[in-house]
């Protein structure tokens, strides 16, 4: 570009936040991408950031929109367009989502879907985890093809019937895996475990959602990281624990790096945020946080602090499954009211799919998180002073980019990557509450808790499309990211 033609859009006098360092300096975009880091750079148009933290947008790599979720299939609350306008109004400009095939569908006809449901909608860029749920000889040999269609990353489940691997299924997966120099995702849980445990409580009339947190303990958890991490090296395959939440899980993952095994781990908002007191509400209420693994101790959130300051830990995601009480109760399978940028809609009465309160087990799992990830990690750890601006940003944004080779297209601020930027107000205070937010879901387990710091504008790919808090966006901007 000639020196006296301007830059399509100069953000001014902001506070540039990168994973290594911090400048104060103007920052262009022209064609969607990052042009220039400076001072009197000459815009078409410019944003002012004065007083404004200018950091990458965030990456949330670990989300469920639109997922029918389990065998009566209800369908998570946030579906591609509200999610992402919730991901968008919180900060976050990439998502990481999840096929999960069918029984009769190839994995490559599952991913053909549910990338087309989501470029409708999407509002940012996203891209999807294939989900190793079957270890059938047609399942191994579409693993190439699966790579070259992007998804270089396989979620394996240790836990949940209809899509978990065996040990041994697991290790067949883990070969291929390793072929194709891919990386595994697991959710490492003890099924069998779980299962006596479920049984053990129903049979003691405990069904009450108080209950849930019982069936799934922390050392179970740990069981199951330890085994994953000895499949991975058996295997010789890179391996990610998803939702690491039990201090005795994280010091396995620290003991296979310090052997200079390729492991990384990740924790959840909630697991740094919440304990498990909140099951101890009264009735139905604690169906709300009813989500897998649970809500753990105090010492646990602890732990996972550590962990992110010591590398233990790479990055923080949500996980973020959203049903609204009435599906939690049973009453819906689909969300009754849909949050649109222009007002929310009555969605049409169903039947629904539970015969009177569902026993903890039957609860559909998971929760909100998409919206309130940024600044609660920014309220919690950088004003906390548990971390540094540029560790709020590693763990936001950068870390989960380099890990799922987006990186340095998505996760920084640097000539050539996308222009997916964050106007960030410091000094922003705000009381979280269900009712103000983008999530399409009428709790959150954050209610009435108040941060310091919060998104003002968000850009992708150079584009406004949150301006001063409210959606500006249009539906179906966002595109979908081949991760090779
Ligand atoms: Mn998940």
Same mark, same amino acid.
């Given at each position: ?20 360092? $911090? ?78 095939? @069918?029984?009769?569908? $190839? ?101 009450? /959602? ?51 095994? =390729?492991? $990384? ?67 819906? @399978? ?6 649109? /940028? ?21 609860? =559909? ?7 309130? @990830? ?33 990186? /340095? @297209?998505?996760?920084?601020?640097? =000539? ?9 107000? =410091? ?58």
């Amino acid at each position: 570009m000639a020196a006296s033609e301007p830059y399509d859009l100069v953000i001014q006098y902001g506070r540039v936040v990168t994973a290594s360092d $911090t400048v104060e300096a103007d920052v262009a975009v022209t064609g969607g991408k990052i042009a220039a880091i400076g001072h009197g750079l000459q815009g078409r148009e410019y944003l002012d950031a004065r007083g404004l933290l200018v950091l990458p947008g965030g990456v949330d790599p670990h989300v469920h929109l639109q997922y029918p979720q389990g065998p009566n299939r209800v369908v998570s609350a946030d579906d591609w367009l509200t999610g992402t306008v919730a991901a968008a109004c919180g900060g976050t400009t990439t998502v990481i989502d999840f096929v999960e095939a @069918r029984p009769g569908q $190839t994995w490559m006809q599952a991913f053909e879907a549910r990338r087309d449901q989501a470029a409708a909608q999407a509002v940012i860029d996203f891209s999807f985890h294939m989900s190793f749920n079957r270890a059938d000889a047609a399942s191994l040999a579409e693993v190439k093809t699966v790579l070259e269609a992007g998804m270089s990353s396989f979620k394996i489940y240790m836990a949940y019937d209809g899509i978990r691997l065996t040990d041994a299924e697991m290790l067949l997966a883990l070969e291929a895996v390793a072929e194709h120099d891919a990386l595994a995702i697991v959710h490492a849980e003890n099924h069998a475990v779980i299962m006596r445990l479920v049984e053990r409580q129903l049979a003691a009339g405990h069904v009450e /959602p108080r209950w849930h947190p019982h069936t799934r303990p922390a050392a179970g958890e740990a069981e199951a990281t330890e085994r994953a991490l000895a499949l991975a090296e058996i295997a010789g395959a890179s391996m990610h624990i998803v939702h690491v939440t039990a201090e005795r899980g994280l010091e396995a993952i620290r003991r296979s790096r310090a052997r200079g095994l =390729p492991v $990384t781990g990740e924790v959840c908002t909630q697991h740094l945020l919440l304990t498990d007191a909140l099951y101890d509400k009264e009735g139905f209420e604690p169906a709300k946080v009813c989500m897998a693994p649970p809500l753990r101790k105090p010492s646990d959130l602890a732990a996972m602090w550590a962990g992110l300051r010591d590398g233990g830990l790479d990055f923080v995601v949500t996980d973020h499954c959203p049903f609204t009480y009435a599906q939690k109760s049973g009453r819906r @399978r689909s969300p009754e009211f849909r949050k649109l /940028p222009g007002g929310t809609v009555q969605t049409d009465p169903e039947a629904p799919w539970s015969e009177g309160l569902p026993s903890f087990n039957q609860i =559909p799992g998971g929760g909100p998180g998409i919206e309130t @990830r940024m600044p609660l990690v920014y309220h919690h750890g950088v004003n906390a002073g548990r971390l540094s601006l540029s560790d709020f940003v590693n763990l936001t944004s950068t870390a989960a980019a380099r890990l799922y080779r987006l990186y /340095p @297209r998505k996760g920084t601020i640097a =000539p050539g990557a996308d222009a997916d930027l964050v106007l960030f107000d =410091p000094d922003r205070e705000v009381t979280i509450t269900a009712d103000a937010l983008h999530q399409n879901v009428d709790y959150t387990p954050y209610e009435a808790m108040t941060v310091k710091g919060w998104p003002r504008t968000v850009l992708s790919r150079g584009e406004v499309i949150v301006r001063e808090e409210a959606f500006v966006g249009t539906i179906g901007r966002g595109s979908y990211l081949s991760r090779p």
